[in-house]
């Protein structure tokens, strides 16, 4: 029997990294997580040994992957909050930018040629058409998109003078929690609507904002395409044998091609809270494009995978168990 691969994720004590460890864990793959604790958890790695460090610390890295015989790498570690981007960008062009690269570097000093990027619908900016296609313009609205981008860049080029092997998975919202209670989402300050609402369900808060109500939109509120993280974990397990069996690189979107408004998303909450959630309507907070929604058909054909999680009601039924198991523990 040949041993299991290896496989490093970066970020594995974050939000989609910990799912992904977790899917890569039950699909055979010997899992080690790379993370500074920054904003990951320590609690969210259990499925497998962590290694702290910083992306910067390249000499560290190097050290992990030959440690560890590290096979390939899926990348998630990054600052992801635009509004902050929009405050400190040099926060995100050195730690997405400069640590990509670093990371890229200690891969190619090390001998490690795969890798599964942690990529976002934030490249596209606002876009002329929706349903999105992979081949729209790219055109960034903010610090953290751009970030993003410019690491892809840096993958299509150490693919053709490196021979790297790479997949860019382009998000659009992550949403939901681990189906079994064993790792979930946790940020500090949350800013994401679906835990917002359900932190102001359980009066972590006295009331969830409400942004915007003039959108060119059927009931006046974003619409975004919502896909579960438990489905964004298997397309990931599902790139990395991509990978491994020669398929080309490319980047991909990762949604479901539905769209739900704002509006929508509060009745769902409200729903599965089983109680009236306590909103508060505000303007429109900047930066916001009134619709984002994949056209998911490429991720589709190229990695045989179909978001089976992502229902409105499960998304919320998993975040609310989530959002209810912690504000019990940490009550
Ligand atoms: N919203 C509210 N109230 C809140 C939080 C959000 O009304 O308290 C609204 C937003 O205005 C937006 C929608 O809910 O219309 C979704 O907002 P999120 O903050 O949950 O998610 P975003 O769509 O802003 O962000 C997501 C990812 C980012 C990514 C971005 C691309 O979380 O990483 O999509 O646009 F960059």
Redo the contacts with the bound molecule.
């Keep these: 029997m040949p041993s299991p691969s290896t496989v490093l994720v970066t970020g594995g004590a974050g939000y989609i990294g910990s799912h992904t460890a977790k899917e890569l864990a039950r699909a055979g793959y010997r899992v080690v997580s790379y993370d500074n604790l920054s904003r990951g958890h320590r609690w969210a790695v259990k499925w497998g040994p962590l290694e702290e460090g910083d992306l910067l610390d390249q000499d560290r890295l190097r050290q992990v992957l030959a440690a560890h015989n590290v096979d390939a790498v899926l990348h998630f570690a990054a600052f992801?909050?635009?509004g902050e981007s929009m405050r400190e960008p040099e926060l995100y062009f050195r730690n997405n930018v400069a640590g990509s690269l670093s990371l890229l570097e200690a891969m190619h000093h090390s001998g490690v040629r795969r890798i599964v990027f942690s990529s976002?619908?934030?490249l596209y900016g606002v876009p002329e058409t929706v349903p999105i296609t992979e081949d729209v313009p790219k055109a960034p609205a903010?610090p953290?998109?751009e970030s993003k981008l410019m690491v892809e860049k840096m993958l299509q080029w150490e693919g053709a003078c490196r021979a790297l092997q790479w997949t860019a998975l382009r998000?659009?919202?992550?949403?939901g929690c681990d189906a079994e209670g064993d790792t979930g989402e946790s940020h500090s300050p949350e800013?994401?609507?679906?835990p917002?609402?359900l932190e102001a369900a359980l009066g972590k808060r006295p009331a969830?904002?409400?942004?915007?109500s003039d959108y060119p939109t059927p009931d006046g509120?974003?619409?975004?395409d919502y896909i579960h993280v438990t489905d964004l974990a298997d397309a990931h397990v599902r790139a990395l044998r991509h990978l491994e069996n020669g398929g080309a690189s490319m980047a991909l979107n990762l949604g479901t091609g539905d769209g739900y408004s704002?509006n929508q998303?509060l009745a769902a909450a409200e729903k599965v809270a089983g109680r009236p959630i306590p909103i508060e309507r505000?303007g429109?907070?900047p930066g916001?494009?009134p619709k984002?929604v994949a056209a998911p058909q490429r991720a589709f054909a190229t990695l045989g995978w179909k978001p089976s999680h992502s229902s409105i009601d499960n998304i919320l039924e998993t975040a609310w168990r989530w959002a209810a198991q912690r504000s019990a523990s940490n009550a």
Excluded: K, M, W
């Design positions: 992801a909050e635009v976002t619908c934030a903010n953290y998109g998000y659009f919202n992550a949403a800013s994401h609507l679906i917002s609402l969830c904002p409400i942004f915007g509120t974003c619409i975004r704002v998303i505000q429109r907070r916001d494009p984002l």
